[in-house]
């Protein structure tokens, strides 16, 4: 694997948006996964919103290593590809929609029948878009993130 350990140059808004919303469907899937099975089960919030976030690290890194996989990359490769490009977006993401989610009046109480659940969880993702896009334009310009990815897509 390639390391980049200078910037690619000018990044455009819309490659960062682009990459931002990748992690995005690979947080919500993980997001609304955990939260379903959380609530199925019975558990609490805590336990609840702790498989939520594994569930939206996971499916954020299989998005990236099916990908790259793709590409004709072995498996140790394309994950470290992953870790690389997705940990810091990911991460941010995740602190984003779960202190609106955890902080926001009712937030924690709603449940999946509830309306209120579902507005919440859009208002959080779309916040964690919002203020994840400018960190994945500062790390692609730099050669990290997602322009690792750049380099296994034809």
Aim: glycine content about 10%; charged content about 10%.
């Amino acid at each position: 694997m390639q390391q980049h350990t200078h910037g690619i140059g000018k990044v455009s808004w819309r490659m960062a948006a682009q990459a931002t919303l990748h992690c995005l469907t690979g947080c919500a899937i993980g997001e609304v996964l955990g939260m379903v099975i959380g609530t199925a089960l019975g558990w609490g919030n805590v336990e609840t919103m702790i498989l939520a976030i594994i569930l939206a690290f996971f499916f954020g890194y299989a998005l990236t290593l099916r990908g790259v996989l793709k590409a004709g990359v072995d498996f140790k490769t394309a994950f470290r590809v992953a870790l690389a490009a997705d940990t810091l977006s990911i991460a941010v993401m995740e602190l984003i929609d779960n202190a609106v989610i955890a902080f926001w009046p009712g937030g924690m109480d709603a449940h999946l029948s509830d309306p209120m659940f579902w507005w919440i969880l859009a208002i959080a993702l779309a916040a964690a878009f919002v203020i994840t896009t400018p960190v994945n334009k500062w790390m692609i310009g730099r050669g990290k993130g997602h322009a690792v990815v750049h380099q296994y897509h034809h």
